[in-house]
């Protein structure tokens, strides 16, 4: 986390503890997220760091604990930043790469662009190794799972 950031929770976190205990409610860091401008875990991931950080079950986190879990969510935005510029690379222009898919003119394209000649059959197979979730092309949640499982990313 940068240093505008950290200044950024402490205020979040002091407006929301104003009696000054040093905690808030587990039930506010939603809140603080929101605030900070990042999104909220899966509900999954969410109970799995419920459990972890609160494993006594007092239903409160302290600073230094939230400052953890938010420097996480900053670590996995800066991320997705990251893996979006990757996947532009593949599919120039698109607007919304929620909705864009790379195709075998795509990977064609880049080889092309590489000086690599790589035959159609191998494209394909490419395509079909990497569309999990069968959409006839690499979805970019498909290829969020290929950089990480790669550990590209």
């Known amino acids: 986390m940068t240093f505008e950031q950290r200044e950024e929770l402490h205020e979040v976190f002091d407006t929301i503890d104003q009696a000054g205990r040093g ?11 929101q605030a900070l401008g990042l999104v909220s875990p899966s509900a999954k991931d969410w109970e799995q760091w419920c459990a972890r950080v609160d494993f006594d079950k007092t239903g409160r986190i302290g600073y230094e604990t939230l400052e953890e879990f938010v ?6 935005m800066d991320q ?21 898919k790379i ?9 092309a662009h590489t000086g690599e000649h790589i035959p159609d059959e191998e494209l394909e197979e490419m395509v079909r190794i990497a569309d999990i979730d069968g959409t006839e092309g690499v979805s970019f949640d498909d290829f969020m799972r290929i950089m990480r499982k ?3 990313f």
């Open 23 to 33: 905690y808030i409610p587990i039930s506010r860091v939603s809140d603080v997220l």
């Open 71 to 76: 420097s996480l969510r900053y670590d996995e």
């Open 80 to 100: 997705r930043t990251e893996m979006v510029a990757a996947f532009m690379l593949f599919k120039p222009g698109v607007t919304d790469v929620e909705k864009a």
């Open 103 to 111: 195709t075998i003119d795509d990977l064609r394209r880049i080889a």
């Open 150 to 152: 790669t550990g590209l």
